[in-house]
């Protein structure tokens, strides 16, 4: 069946302006998690979803960054006003259940660059 | 907080040579424990996961052990191929306490580059 995907998958952007990053998660799984990896880091945990609820927000860095998931399914990360040390690749995983620690499905990630 | 710290890379090996990776973490409570895999231009992908003290976690041809004791899940495999050259991440599930939510850590990734 079809994974995790993430659109765009490269975002190029002037400083100050908005941008939107989207994951559609596999059909059916309830927790989907934003990501951001910096170029030879590992993932940084930003925030994530069982369904529409957002359960931990407290890695997003500040206050320009934000995510939703209304209808419990397909995932935005917004970025405001961006700023150059916003440039990574923005990964998305979902997973089929809730509470246990179930296996995460990553997408292929956006690479946002900021000029 | 929580935390991960695994070796450093490159790791470069010839082709059947034994692999360790090491990887210990710091947490409060019981995490569970990844090893994820990324290949050349693909996304990360679970290789192998346990949950609790002395579980082994087995996939491919790679294992990994729970340790508690020394608080290690180190990585390892007993005959490398080049189609093993990868990014490897090591990751814990831990319980946060304020929240009660679960948040994943990931360390920063070792390169792994097997010669023919």
């Known amino acids: 069946g079809a994974g995790v995907s993430q659109s765009p998958r490269y975002k190029v952007t002037k400083r100050g302006q908005d941008v939107a990053l989207r994951c559609d998660p596999i059909s059916g799984h309830v927790s989907l998690y934003w990501y951001r990896q910096a170029l030879g880091q590992g993932p940084e945990f930003l925030t994530y979803f069982n369904y529409e609820a957002q359960q931990d927000k407290s890695g997003l860095p500040n206050d320009r960054f934000s995510a939703e998931r209304p209808e419990g399914s397909i995932s935005t990360l917004t970025i405001q006003r961006t700023e150059q040390r916003d440039s990574a690749m923005y990964r998305c995983?979902?997973?089929?259940?809730?509470?246990?620690?179930?296996?995460?499905?990553f997408g292929p990630g956006t690479r946002l660059t900021v000029l | 907080g929580d935390s991960v710290t695994q070796m450093e890379g490159p790791v470069t090996l010839s082709e059947e040579a034994f692999l360790t990776i090491n990887c210990t973490y710091t947490?409060?409570?019981?995490?569970?424990l990844f090893w994820y895999v990324q290949y050349p231009g693909e996304g990360l992908q679970l290789l192998l996961k346990a949950t609790k003290a002395d579980d082994k976690g087995s996939n491919k041809g790679f294992e990994a052990t729970y340790r508690k004791e020394t608080t290690s899940f180190h990585l390892e495999k007993g005959s490398v191929q080049v189609s093993d050259s990868a990014v490897y991440f090591c990751?814990?599930?831990?319980?946060?306490?304020?929240?009660?939510?679960?948040?994943?850590?990931f360390g920063t990734g070792t390169r792994l580059k097997v010669l023919a």
């Open positions: 947490a409060t409570g019981y995490p569970s």
């Open positions: 995983a979902s997973s089929l259940l809730a509470g246990a620690p179930d296996t995460q499905y």
């Open positions: 990751a814990l599930r831990g319980r946060q306490a304020t929240s009660g939510t679960y948040k994943y850590i």
